[in-house]
């Protein structure tokens, strides 16, 4: 059985990676829902060292964010596009993963990197550790990252390692071995990325994983350590609707993907209300109409 490709970043620096980048160009997006907080400390790290050398747009994906991220990430001197934006001409949606494609839609770059909002252990090296075996190897349409979630730092993964993980090794096991299968920084071809559909809810990465594999083969899939993830930790109440849809979306991939219970699939909680899952799709963005560029003056 085929292994999901990792690679050892010993090495390379961002030298390096700009001696192999050509003429390709890169987009880094961050998805943002009211990460006032955070999102600014991680552009100023990203605008003065690599915009304009190894990164050629920096885009903050803002999803109607109500405590100021748009104006903190603009005046940090990132480009921001609301998702009303993308939902104009595309119609709406919500959730993490229509935030991605959002975002894919806004950007222009060969290749894209995701950070999430909320990192706060995060460095330069990750873009670039990122980007390079997308540089190095041709196969790759989608690479995750790997790293340490200190236990005695509040841990983390609960729903890779009690869902994701054990799912993918019933169901996928050629890709079981991927370590951060959840991971939110991770970076794809674009020409790649945009031939599969992308999960509306949390299922979003789980459901690229299968849906890169599927479509492009094993080798398409890669991994990159990128040491220590710091990030805002979630309530055990957000988690089980994550679970649910990571859940949700892979056995909706399977061969003979279940009949669910109810025709609206609901997650019941024993002191909360019944919520409806977010097991939406969009489309791939090859199926669809060019859609026009935002002006960078309307961007802002």
């Known amino acids: 059985m085929s292994a999901v490709k990792t690679f050892d970043p010993t090495g390379w620096d961002l030298a390096l990676a700009l001696s192999l980048k050509g003429d390709r160009t890169v987009s880094v997006c961050i998805p943002c829902r009211n990460e ?21 747009e ?15 990430a603009a005046e940090a001197g990132a480009t921001v596009v609301p998702v009303d934006f993308v939902h104009f001409f595309h119609g709406a949606a919500r959730g993490k993963g229509n935030a991605l494609w959002a975002s894919l839609l806004a950007s222009t770059g060969d290749i894209v990197v ?16 990122l980007v390079m075996p997308l540089l190095i190897d041709d196969e790759l349409g989608l690479v995750k990252a790997n790293y340490e979630r200190p236990s005695h ?29 959840l991971a939110g920084e991770f970076a794809g071809r674009r020409s790649m990325l ?41 309530k055990l109440e957000t988690l089980a609707i994550q679970a649910a849809e990571v859940a949700a979306t892979l056995l909706l991939r399977t061969p003979y993907p ?8 609901m997650l019941h909680r024993k002191e909360l209300g019944p919520l409806q899952l977010n097991i939406g799709e969009r489309p ?6 060019k859609m026009a560029q935002l002006p960078s003056s309307d961007r802002k």
């Open 36 to 56: 006032a907080q955070t999102v600014g400390d991680l552009i100023r790290m990203i605008e003065p060292t690599l915009v304009g050398t190894l990164v050629d």
């Open 58 to 72: 920096l885009i903050v994906l803002d999803d109607d964010s109500t405590d100021g991220t748009d104006e903190i």
């Open 114 to 129: 995701w950070i999430d909002g909320d990192i706060t252990s995060f460095t330069t090296d990750w873009i670039v550790r």
């Open 153 to 181: 730092l509040g841990g983390g993964g609960r729903t890779t390692e009690l869902v994701a993980r054990p799912l993918l090794s019933m169901y996928f096991p050629e890709i079981a071995d991927m370590q951060q299968p």
């Open 194 to 234: 945009e031939a599969i559909p992308f999960a509306t809810g949390w299922g979003v990465e789980i459901g690229m994983l299968i849906d890169m594999a599927e479509k492009f083969g094993i080798q398409s899939l890669g991994q990159v350590d990128l040491g220590v993830r710091l990030h805002r930790h979630h």
């Open 258 to 265: 279940p009949d669910f219970a109810e025709d609206v699939p």
């Open 284 to 289: 791939p963005v090859n199926s669809l109409p």
